[in-house]
């Protein structure tokens, strides 16, 4: 099966920098991932999403890169900011109603 | 607003116990799905549903069942309730699959099985 994965647990900043999420995942077959973002006590909410006939994609402030050779996938966040912080999933989909596969989870802190 | 709603946001019960965790969307999304959430697992997938009337297993349906009478509302039901099952869930909903922009969590049900 698939299984989607972040790099690491917790990855703390300093406010202005910008922000680097990583992701693994280990099916070839996955053809669309999404970054999640999840404050304490609430649901994920919906960042931005990368098709597999993409490399790159950019929203407000994020970017997604996606590797498929190595099968990485990334979260670039430009000047992070306090409300920056969360926890981000990945997730991964090889298509299908029931598709989605959720990584771990990394908790990005902001240091004043 | 566009929404949904789940209902508890805490619950604490005994083991055995039957307890249905409601979850509702006022959308009109034919998509719906329930997450449980743990520390060092992620979220995982119990049960999805396509639309009315129709449900299916998703990675973790042991312990749970769900059900689909009308197109907002997506009970998840706990028959006899055991330890194992103390995480938080979340209920999801979409127009048409978990793919995509749209796709809605809610807030979240913290549910301790004692």
């Known amino acids: 099966g698939e299984s989607v994965g972040l790099h690491l647990p917790t990855l703390s900043v300093q406010e202005g920098d910008n922000s680097i999420i990583n992701c693994a995942y280990s099916?070839?077959?996955?053809?669309?991932f999404i970054w999640y973002k999840q404050e304490s006590g609430k649901g994920p909410q919906f960042i931005i999403d990368i098709r597999s006939n993409m490399d790159k994609r950019q929203g407000q402030r994020v970017t997604v890169l996606l590797n498929k050779t190595v099968k990485h996938l990334s979260l670039q966040i430009a000047a992070t900011q306090p409300g920056d912080s969360a926890v981000y999933f990945c997730?991964?989909?090889?298509?299908?109603?029931?598709?989605?596969?959720f990584g771990k989870g990394t908790h990005l802190i902001i240091q004043p | 607003e566009a929404q949904v709603t789940q209902n508890p946001r805490y619950l604490i019960t005994v083991t055995g116990k039957k307890l249905t965790v409601t979850c509702s969307q006022n959308?009109?999304?034919?998509?719906m799905s329930w997450y449980r959430q743990d520390p060092g697992l992620g979220l995982r997938q119990i049960y999805y549903?396509?639309?009315?009337?129709?449900?299916d297993k998703g990675d973790v349906p042991e312990g749970y069942k769900v059900s689909r009478k009308e197109k907002r509302n997506f009970p998840l039901i706990l028959e006899s309730p055991s330890p194992n099952q103390t995480s938080l869930y979340f209920c999801?909903?979409?127009?048409?699959?978990?793919?995509?922009?749209?796709?809605?969590f809610g807030s979240g049900t913290r549910l301790t099985v004692v």
């Open positions: 099916n070839s077959a996955s053809d669309y």
């Open positions: 959308m009109n999304h034919e998509y």
């Open positions: 549903s396509m639309n009315v009337e129709v449900t």
């Open positions: 997730a991964g989909s090889g298509g299908g109603a029931d598709g989605l596969t």
């Open positions: 999801a909903s979409s127009l048409s699959g978990p793919r995509g922009y749209g796709y809605t």
